[in-house]
């Protein structure tokens, strides 16, 4: 039997601001708007990302109260950056605060917790 190969095409979170979470990872990533639209769901969707993935930013017809807590269910996103220090800018500038800091193998990493509480992971490998 052959085993089948994958990849990550998408990951869609729930955000109460759609716009300003596009605008922060495309200011972080360099990513660019795919496609918007109604969310069959209800609510709409940005879909944000490169060519082959991306992260779908979803807003229900009711808005999110409150942030989530840490690890319910998710724990962490990472992304994978060229510049860890242009990308601790962009954190600062938005106004949240990178921690958690550390150059360890396989990378150089921080943290930083959006508006919604949703936890980021910023590592590079270089």
Same mark, same amino acid.
């Given at each position: 039997?052959?085993?089948?190969?994958?990849?990550?095409?998408?990951?869609?979170?729930?955000?109460?601001?759609?716009?300003?979470?596009?605008?922060?990872?495309?200011? /972080?990533?360099?990513?660019?708007?795919?496609?918007?639209? @109604?969310? $069959?769901?209800?609510?709409?969707? !940005?879909?944000? &990302?490169? +060519?082959?993935?991306?992260?779908?930013?979803?807003?229900?017809?009711?808005?999110?109260?409150?942030?989530?807590?840490?690890?319910?269910? /998710?724990?962490?996103?990472?992304?994978?950056?060229?510049? @860890?220090? $242009?990308?601790?800018?962009?954190? !600062?500038?938005? &106004?949240? +605060?990178?921690?958690?800091?550390?150059?360890?193998?396989?990378?150089?990493?921080?943290?930083?917790?959006?508006?919604?509480?949703?936890?980021?992971?910023?590592?590079?490998?270089?």
């Amino acid at each position: 039997m052959t085993t089948p190969v994958a990849r990550l095409e998408h990951v869609n979170i729930r955000v109460s601001d759609p716009d300003r979470t596009a605008a922060f990872l495309t200011r /972080l990533c360099g990513w660019h708007e795919r496609w918007r639209g @109604p969310s $069959a769901l209800g609510g709409w969707t !940005i879909h944000l &990302g490169a +060519e082959t993935d991306y992260i779908a930013l979803y807003q229900g017809d009711e808005p999110l109260s409150g942030s989530f807590s840490k690890g319910q269910p /998710l724990n962490h996103i990472g992304l994978l950056v060229d510049d @860890p220090d $242009a990308a601790e800018q962009v954190v !600062i500038a938005e &106004g949240l +605060e990178p921690f958690n800091h550390g150059d360890y193998e396989p990378g150089r990493r921080f943290y930083v917790f959006d508006w919604d509480g949703i936890e980021w992971e910023i590592v590079s490998y270089s």
